[in-house]
């Protein structure tokens, strides 16, 4: 396409021009929480899997959120809100045929 140039000529971000999150200026932001409890998951291979697991987690009591990171071949990781006994949620997970590390 005409008129693009080179990537390599592209301006770089500057507190004037560019966003807060990449300028040198940008003040830290502080970490969020963003799970309760963590829970290592094998055997997940697709988005099906994911969902299973999921849905297994936040049947129980306590569970506010349960997201799934699906590592495809490798241990995924289960990551649980809320004030769910660890021992309720391992239970869950098992019924569903899935395999806490």
Same mark, same amino acid.
């Given at each position: @396409?005409?008129?693009?140039? =080179? #990537? ?11 966003? =807060? $999150? $990449?300028?040198? =200026?940008?003040?830290?932001?502080? @970490? ?15 988005? /099906? ?27 995924? #990781? ?7 006994? /660890? ?13 806490? #590390?």
């Amino acid at each position: @396409m005409p008129g693009i140039g =080179n #990537r390599t000529e592209l301006p770089q971000a500057t507190p004037a021009v560019g966003c =807060n $999150c $990449c300028s040198t =200026n940008a003040a830290p932001r502080p @970490m969020q929480k963003t799970a309760d409890a963590e829970f290592p998951v094998e055997g997940l291979t697709c988005g /099906h899997c994911v969902e299973t697991v999921q849905k297994a987690a936040s049947a129980v009591e306590g569970v506010t959120a349960a997201t799934v990171e699906l590592v495809a071949g490798g241990t995924s #990781r289960l990551l649980i809100s809320g004030t769910a006994d /660890h021992a309720a949620v391992r239970e869950a997970v098992s019924s569903a045929r899935y395999t806490i #590390r």
